[in-house]
């Protein structure tokens, strides 16, 4: 069965620093390109960054750029999040999602973990 | 970054009526449009890619159409397990933008 699980949110104060993972099963993960989507507390869906199939070529939303790093482990099928300087309009929903067809970044998402909710307070 | 804007923001239709969604990009995006339908409680599930092309497993009650700026999502008869939350998303170029959803209930 292809799966994303996702792990690692929480309650962080703002300041702070968090990482997420994404553990990929049911397909050759080191094939495509995954990505991070967000979703605040009843809002629509915002992208927030993408890594192709080989880590090279890396992209973030404006939103989250210099305090975001994405990167991954084939080798461990595993997708992560490091986010420093959070702040309160970070707290969501974050979503791993896999790239469609293809190990570049500019796909379709069709397969999507349950998330893993981050709140930013004090 | 390229705009979507999606309408209406939600809408409330009978059992079994038509109903449509629409999504206009601020470009043009040829036919690099997806249509997503979110559960309340779930992930967001891929229903339609390339603006037209139905996923597997997806009833055909779905469609989609368009292409450039001007894209239609279509539930042909709405049935009581479409109430959900419709996205479409662009992946013309990064940044990927989504639209700002359509909730869609019964009425």
């Known amino acids: 069965e292809v799966q994303l699980v996702e792990s690692g949110g929480g309650l962080v104060q703002p300041g702070r620093s968090l990482r997420l993972s994404c553990a990929a099963s049911?397909?050759?993960?080191?094939?495509?390109?995954m990505h991070w989507v967000r979703q605040a507390p009843g809002k629509g869906l915002e992208w927030v960054s993408g890594i192709s199939w080989n880590s090279g070529n890396i992209r973030y939303a404006d939103s989250v750029k210099g305090r975001f790093t994405i990167s991954r482990e084939n080798t461990r099928r595993s997708l992560y999040l490091q986010m420093d300087s959070l702040g309160t309009e970070d707290t969501a929903m974050y979503y791993c999602?896999?790239?469609?067809?293809?190990?570049?970044?500019?796909?379709?998402?069709?397969?999507w973990g349950q998330g893993t909710v981050v709140i930013v307070s004090s | 970054d390229i705009q979507m804007t999606q309408s209406p923001s939600s809408l409330s239709a009978s059992v079994g009526d038509r109903v449509t969604i629409t999504c206009q990009a601020s470009?043009?995006?040829?036919?690099?449009l997806n249509w997503y339908q979110q559960k309340p409680g779930e992930a967001p599930n891929l229903l339609i890619s390339?603006?037209?092309n139905l996923q597997t497993g997806v009833p055909s009650r779905f469609s989609g159409s368009g292409s450039g700026t001007d894209f239609t999502f279509t539930i042909s008869s709405l049935q009581p397990e479409d109430v959900a939350t419709y996205y479409c998303q662009q992946y013309d170029n990064l940044p990927l933008t989504f639209g700002g959803g359509t909730k869609v209930e019964i009425k």
């Open positions: 470009q043009d995006i040829s036919d690099y």
């Open positions: 390339d603006a037209s």
């Open positions: 999602a896999k790239a469609y067809g293809s190990g570049n970044l500019v796909d379709a998402l069709d397969i």
């Open positions: 049911g397909f050759i993960f080191g094939d495509y390109a």
